[in-house]
């Protein structure tokens, strides 16, 4: 290669810790662009735009978290897509992202593009998310609500009531807290029964 063998003719001058020291600018540089690069793509790919950016989302889950509570409130505070089905934490982050792309699928073959097609893929859909929170005790929900820092004078007696039972049997967030954002599918099972399902499996 004629552009090795011009180097090497030029480091014959060089004294070795010269071209080392070189060596290693060089490669901090290309680290640290990689680095921003994967850090602006993931950025990127958080962002509402981009999640709403095929039909099958804008069209059918998106339309229905227009106007829910996680979207227009009181104190102007929004959850985007991201901030429910995606983790925060960077490894979890990257796992996720690795897994999105091989849901990918369904909208390059067209499995859910359209409103029947949708519907009738919709329970196993939500049976993936459901899962997925079951098994990391609604990470999702935990990263916006802290329940050491609710204020039970502020819920309703029912609320309070609730609160109390879920912690004291160990329930998590989504066993009921789901179809709050999204409509809730005909299935057999919801999520605390797939929670016990899991359980028996050995899954959890």
Known sequence: MKWWTNLQQRCKTCSRVTLGV????????FAGAFTIAGAAGLAWTNTEHFCIGCHEMRENVYK????????????????????????????????????????????LTGEIDTREKFEAHRYELAKRVWTRMV?????????CHKADAMESDLQSEKARARH???????????ECHFGIAH?????ELGPKQLKAELKKAGKM
């Not at 070189?22 to 540089?29: M, R, S």
């Not at 009181?74 to 960077?90: D, F, K, Q, W, Y």
């Not at 409509?183 to 299935?187: L, V």
């Open 183 to 187: 409509t809730e599918p005909e299935g």
């Open 64 to 107: 229905e978290f227009q106007g829910t509570i996680h979207d227009r409130n009181r104190s102007g505070v929004r959850a985007i897509c991201a901030n429910c089905h995606v983790p925060h934490e960077p490894g979890p982050m990257l796992w996720r992202k690795v897994q999105a792309t091989w849901e990918l699928w369904g909208h």
């Open 135 to 143: 098994q990391t005790d609604s990470l999702e929900c935990r990263n």
């Open 22 to 29: 070189g060596v290693f600018i060089v490669a901090l540089i």
């Open 164 to 174: 109390a039972k879920a912690k004291a049997d160990g329930e998590t967030c989504i």
